[in-house]
């Protein structure tokens, strides 16, 4: 076997076989095969595609590829969430602590700001004292006291997925449904948990632009799931504008205790009960209708609240500084028009909020816990010229660049403009 005749395999439109994707992904690893041969083979597999058994296949590879998380010394079904990547999406941080509150055990493996899009971790680590570097004997301990621990992944968790993830990054090769679907699904299986819930977003702020690749690469992720063993459920949401009201780092931990404190945007809070809902459905100890009766009375208890700061104070966090943010410390940011909000670059109001410091360009880029973007008036609200549709939570750096993004941003229609539904599809 050789990684030329591979390339030359992909390039005519056959399948790879198991040995050639191993002899591939083995070989990457250990540097036999060089970066410029790995990506004629990635860009063959993003113009010709990968069957669903090379998915497969390619999953479990890289999943050999390195450590696999033992999550046997938890009691009990434990439940991961994972999110594509959205702006303003604190979903992880709401939705968690309500699965937990219902009995779910999650055992959380979280990431840093990726792009324009924001981390749970940077979230939680904007919280005084939060430790996110735990040891595997204090995360599964954790796991078993409070019912939940958020962490940041410290063992050597598919290093194939790194090593071929920033090689994608520099050849045009991320957007690719087979090799996102594999890159994700491997760490997920990896990290150990039993059953998984993935929460696809779709629209102008998301990696998949429109629902149909949204659903393509929703059903192969479920798929790949279910026939590695793992009982896989996924829903399909929007993300043609900002999740939620605020995006930056303590502006959404604020937003994600007034959720679960059953205040707040109700399209949030539709969306997180529904989420951590599926974390209790795919336990297959309730049916869809039972799970989110549940959800409900632990959201209007405010048992997810108290389990979300039990979690805080398990981990070291002082909630103190988070509830003493200034909220009317902000510069106002208004309507350039009359009209109604006919839609929001979403992505842009992510590029703005990480102008301002909330997320990072490089990997080693510092970030400022405290700035980021309110949003008063979304797509379909009627906005009168000069209206304030957005407070700007100012850091260290300079707002210019952020309000430059933001005029780009909004696009304004004389016609009542349809609000788009929070979630499209769930495949069971
Ligand atoms: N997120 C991932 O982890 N991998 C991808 O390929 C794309 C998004």
Same mark, same amino acid.
């Given at each position: 076997?050789?990684?030329? @005749?591979?390339?030359?395999?992909?390039?005519?439109?056959?399948?790879?076989?198991?040995?050639?994707? =191993?002899?591939?992904?083995?070989?990457?690893?250990?540097?036999?095969?060089?970066?410029?041969?790995?990506?004629?083979?990635?860009?063959?597999?993003?113009?010709?595609?990968?069957?669903?058994?090379?998915?497969?296949?390619?999953?479990?590879?890289?999943?050999?590829?390195?450590?696999?998380?033992?999550?046997?010394?938890?009691?009990?079904?434990?439940?991961?969430?994972?999110?594509?990547?959205?702006?303003?999406?604190?979903?992880?941080?709401? @939705?968690?602590?309500?699965?937990?509150?219902?009995?779910?055990?999650?055992?959380?493996?979280?990431?840093?700001?990726?792009?324009?899009?924001?981390?749970?971790?940077?979230?939680?680590?904007?919280?005084?004292?939060?430790?996110?570097?735990?040891?595997?004997?204090?995360?599964?301990?954790?796991?078993?006291?409070?019912?939940?621990?958020?962490?940041?992944?410290?063992?050597?968790?598919?290093?194939?997925?790194?090593?071929?993830?920033?090689?994608?990054?520099?050849?045009?090769?991320?957007?690719?449904?087979?090799?996102?679907?594999?890159?994700?699904?491997?760490?997920?299986?990896?990290?150990?948990?039993?059953?998984?819930?993935?929460?696809?977003?779709?629209?102008?702020?998301?990696?998949?632009?429109?629902?149909?690749?949204?659903?393509?690469?929703?059903?192969?992720?479920?798929?790949?799931?279910?026939?590695?063993?793992?009982?896989?459920?996924?829903?399909?949401?929007?993300?043609?504008?900002?999740?939620?009201?605020?995006?930056?780092?303590?502006?959404?931990?604020?937003?994600?205790?007034?959720?679960?404190?059953?205040?707040?945007?109700?399209?949030?809070?539709?969306?997180?009960?529904?989420?951590?809902?599926? *974390?209790?459905?795919?336990?297959?100890?309730?049916?869809?209708?039972?799970? =989110?009766?549940?959800?409900?009375?632990?959201?209007?208890?405010?048992?997810?609240?108290?389990?979300?700061?039990?979690?805080?104070?398990?981990?070291?966090?002082?909630?103190?500084?988070?509830?003493?943010?200034? *909220?009317?410390?902000?510069?106002?940011?208004?309507?350039?028009?009359?009209?109604?909000?006919?839609?929001?670059?979403? =992505?842009?109001?992510?590029?703005?909020?990480?102008?301002?410091?909330?997320?990072?360009?490089?990997?080693?880029?510092?970030?400022?816990?405290?700035?980021?973007?309110?949003?008063?008036?979304?797509?379909?609200?009627?906005?009168?010229?000069?209206?304030?549709?957005?407070?700007?939570?100012?850091?260290?750096?300079?707002?210019?660049?952020?309000?430059?993004?933001?005029?780009?941003?909004?696009?304004? @229609?004389?016609?009542?403009?349809?609000?788009?539904?929070?979630?499209?599809?769930?495949?069971?």
């Amino acid at each position: 076997m050789d990684i030329y @005749s591979i390339i030359s395999k992909k390039k005519y439109k056959k399948e790879l076989n198991r040995n050639e994707i =191993e002899y591939f992904i083995e070989g990457y690893i250990d540097n036999s095969i060089p970066d410029y041969q790995a990506s004629a083979l990635l860009m063959a597999i993003l113009l010709n595609g990968l069957t669903y058994n090379e998915t497969a296949c390619l999953t479990e590879t890289m999943i050999n590829s390195g450590d696999k998380i033992d999550l046997s010394g938890i009691d009990g079904i434990k439940v991961d969430k994972h999110s594509s990547g959205g702006v303003g999406d604190k979903i992880s941080l709401i @939705s968690c602590p309500l699965a937990a509150a219902a009995g779910v055990k999650v055992a959380k493996m979280s990431g840093r700001a990726l792009g324009h899009t924001g981390g749970t971790i940077d979230k939680l680590e904007s919280i005084k004292g939060f430790n996110t570097a735990l040891c595997m004997s204090d995360f599964i301990s954790s796991v078993n006291k409070t019912g939940i621990c958020i962490a940041s992944q410290t063992k050597n968790i598919v290093p194939a997925d790194k090593k071929l993830y920033a090689l994608r990054d520099v050849t045009a090769t991320i957007d690719s449904i087979p090799l996102i679907a594999a890159s994700i699904m491997s760490k997920k299986i990896a990290s150990g948990a039993d059953k998984i819930v993935l929460d696809i977003k779709c629209g102008n702020g998301a990696f998949m632009k429109t629902a149909e690749e949204a659903e393509e690469l929703a059903q192969i992720m479920v798929r790949t799931g279910n026939s590695l063993g793992k009982k896989t459920m996924g829903l399909i949401t929007d993300m043609n504008i900002p999740l939620g009201k605020c995006i930056g780092n303590r502006l959404e931990v604020i937003e994600a205790i007034d959720i679960l404190s059953n205040k707040g945007d109700e399209r949030l809070k539709n969306l997180a009960v529904k989420i951590a809902a599926k *974390m209790l459905e795919v336990t297959g100890q309730f049916d869809s209708d039972k799970s =989110e009766r549940i959800i409900k009375e632990k959201l209007i208890s405010k048992e997810g609240l108290s389990k979300l700061l039990e979690m805080i104070e398990n981990q070291g966090g002082d909630i103190k500084e988070i509830q003493n943010f200034d *909220m009317d410390n902000y510069i106002p940011y208004k309507a350039k028009k009359d009209g109604y909000i006919s839609s929001i670059n979403t =992505e842009n109001a992510g590029l703005a909020a990480r102008s301002l410091g909330a997320g990072r360009i490089k990997k080693d880029d510092i970030i400022d816990y405290n700035c980021g973007l309110y949003i008063e008036k979304t797509a379909g609200d009627y906005v009168e010229k000069g209206e304030q549709i957005i407070r700007i939570y100012k850091g260290n750096k300079d707002i210019n660049k952020a309000v430059k993004l933001l005029d780009e941003s909004f696009s304004y @229609s004389d016609k009542e403009v349809k609000k788009n539904p929070v979630i499209y599809k769930i495949i069971n």
